[in-house]
């Protein structure tokens, strides 16, 4: 890579200030910019163990800035009100799952999983667990229920490992699809148990 007498200046400063300047080599893979030398046309740079090594300009791939980003008051509440909509929206679907719950009379247990994600337990052997990006379907002790919504590649829905069961994954199926299909769902239930 061609570097300037300049750019090699720029980045000496941001490493001497303690800022991470990562260059990418074939030969080393990602190394930490030390300090550049621009009329031996070399480098030295610490590599993940720590250990130094010199690299001439021609072997650097890409250099990559460490870009430091200001927060502002704004910016902050901006994050902190994205955050609390994403709760309020994991709580208003959980909570009219509930009330389906109830008016159908099936027993279900609330309880919280390890992630602080809201688990309801169904007496017919369904759980639900309201995640960040969907509610997890657990569909396995339930042999009464229809298929959907497996697969789920059909449906376009993500997958994850089962934190219960490792030879298993559960269906994620996004808040909006479970909008349209929650009210169905629910009443499929064996309500015997």
């Not at 995640?131 to 997958?159: I, L, Q, T």
Request: net charge negative.
């Amino acid at each position: 890579m061609k570097l300037s007498r300049s750019q090699v200046n720029k980045y000496n400063k941001l490493a001497d200030k303690g800022k991470n300047v990562m260059i990418d080599t074939d030969r080393y893979g990602t190394v930490a910019w030390e300090d550049g030398d621009y009329g031996h046309k070399s480098i030295i740079a610490s590599d993940d163990d720590g250990k130094e090594v010199e690299i001439d300009f021609n072997n650097v791939v890409r250099v990559n800035e460490a870009k430091t980003v200001k927060l502002t008051r704004s910016k902050l509440k901006e994050m902190v009100k994205e955050e609390i909509l994403k709760e309020a929206k994991k709580d208003s679907f959980a909570q009219k799952t509930e009330k389906i719950l109830r008016s159908i009379k099936l027993k279900y247990k609330a309880s919280k999983n390890k992630d602080g994600d809201k688990v309801l337990e169904l007496n017919d052997g369904r759980d639900l667990t309201f995640a960040d990006d969907g509610v997890m379907v657990d569909d396995y002790d339930n042999s009464n229920m229809d298929k959907w919504p497996y697969p789920a590649k059909r449906h376009g829905y993500k997958e994850k490992p089962d934190p219960n069961a490792s030879w298993n994954d559960l269906v994620v199926v996004p808040y909006n699809h479970w909008a349209e299909e929650y009210d169905d769902y629910l009443n499929k239930a064996d309500l015997d148990l």
